[in-house]
């Protein structure tokens, strides 16, 4: 079933929540709300739910306006963070509850409930009590009663947020694959971007009530459309800069940037992804790919602060000169072995990518 939001709106007393926001989820998508805590995921998943209402604006399922209809009125299921099982029930009775309520036969609810247990894999613990399992099959219990309905969409407010690390990673592969085999609409709300990128078709990021960017996981990453969006994606160098006449200046690189082609230097934030640089010794050989993109032309030079591992990732970190903030670069582990840098040596680093952003009135330098 698609999703058409329509110009939707919601305060809280005089706070806006939710702010003009429009979004189209066609069928069979596993969509990410992703955003900081208080941007209004939440109160956008429960308005697509019918749990709360919004002051203006619409919302459409397969083209009906379904606006004014409660939950139970619109073939949605939903899965919180915090399990809400009921605990006096057994597994069996908490998957089997929605099925209940709609009065559906006993031998119906039955071959339906076995054939989720199945599904999430919990077959042989229907008779247990929700103390006797672990989070996450706590989690799967949630999920099946969610899907016992048959829902046409499913709805998940940070589902893996209360469970530790290892879990999360297993139960969104497998939600990702269970999203497949039944063929729904989804959307998945968290504040992890790693979940949001690993699990979902698109990501839709917000913030203050708005939608900053939507598209696919790579769309997002590699095409950041926003300094917050940058930001909030992590994991890179920011630099204030200049621009004037269709060029940003940093550290005396020039990088184009043809939308402002005005006289008038303005100051701009200027964005390195740490992977997205090249290292070398001053006068050696350069650590890291060599792009094919139309990046900067120019390098730098700076001097070696530290050195630092995680994983098959090394973190080369480094003060450019004259700059009072550091510059991470980071190489494969293999090849940082083999260059050797050592603190206090003298590097050459040379961008590969540059992402320039002016101030705009919204994000203030
Ligand atoms: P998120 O899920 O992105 O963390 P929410 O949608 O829960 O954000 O909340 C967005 C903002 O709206 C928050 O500042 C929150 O305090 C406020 N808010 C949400 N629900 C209510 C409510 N029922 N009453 C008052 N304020 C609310
Ligand atoms: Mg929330």
Request: hydrophobic content about 40%; proline content about 6%; aromatic content about 6%.
């Amino acid at each position: 079933m698609s999703i058409h939001i329509r110009g939707i709106s919601k305060s809280f007393g005089s706070f806006r929540a939710l702010d003009d926001v429009s979004l189209e989820i066609p069928h069979g998508t596993l969509l990410a709300l992703l955003g900081p805590s208080g941007s209004g995921k939440t109160t956008l998943l429960r308005i697509i739910a019918g749990l709360e209402w919004p002051d203006s604006g619409r919302i459409e399922e397969d083209g009906t306006d379904v606006t004014d209809r409660h939950a139970r009125q619109r073939e949605v299921g939903f899965v919180f963070q915090h399990y809400a099982l009921f605990r006096h029930m057994t597994v069996f009775e908490n998957i089997a509850f929605g099925l209940r309520v709609r009065k559906a036969p006993k031998q119906e609810v039955e071959a339906k409930v076995n054939e989720l247990l199945h599904l999430v894999r919990l077959d042989g613990l229907g008779g247990r009590k929700p103390a006797q399992l672990s989070g996450g099959q706590r989690q799967r219990v949630a999920l099946a009663r969610a899907l016992a309905i048959r829902p046409k969409i499913l709805l998940l407010d940070e589902p893996f947020g209360a469970l530790d690390a290892k879990v999360r990673v297993e139960l969104r592969q497998w939600l990702r694959r269970l999203h497949d085999e039944i063929g729904m609409t989804s959307v998945f709300v968290t504040h992890d971007q790693e979940e949001a990128f690993e699990l979902a078709d698109e990501v839709v990021v917000m913030n203050h009530g708005q939608i900053e960017q939507r598209g696919t996981p790579d769309e997002v990453f590699e095409h950041p459309a926003t300094p917050f969006v940058m930001d909030f994606l992590g994991n890179v160098n920011v630099f204030h800069g200049r621009v004037e006449k269709g060029r940003a200046f940093w550290h005396g690189i020039p990088i184009e940037y043809p939308d402002y082609p005005h006289d008038q230097a303005r100051p701009a934030r200027v964005y390195l992804r740490p992977h997205e640089l090249d290292i070398a010794r001053s006068n050696g050989h350069a650590g890291g790919s060599s792009g094919t993109d139309s990046g900067p032309n120019g390098s730098l030079s700076a001097s070696v602060l530290r050195i630092s591992r995680n994983g098959a990732i090394a973190r080369i970190s480094c003060r450019p000169d004259g700059a009072d903030s550091e510059l991470h670069v980071d190489l494969p582990a293999e090849s940082a072995r083999e260059l050797a840098f050592q603190p206090g040596e003298r590097v050459t680093i040379t961008p590969r990518k540059v992402r320039v952003f002016l101030p705009d009135p919204e994000y203030v330098i």
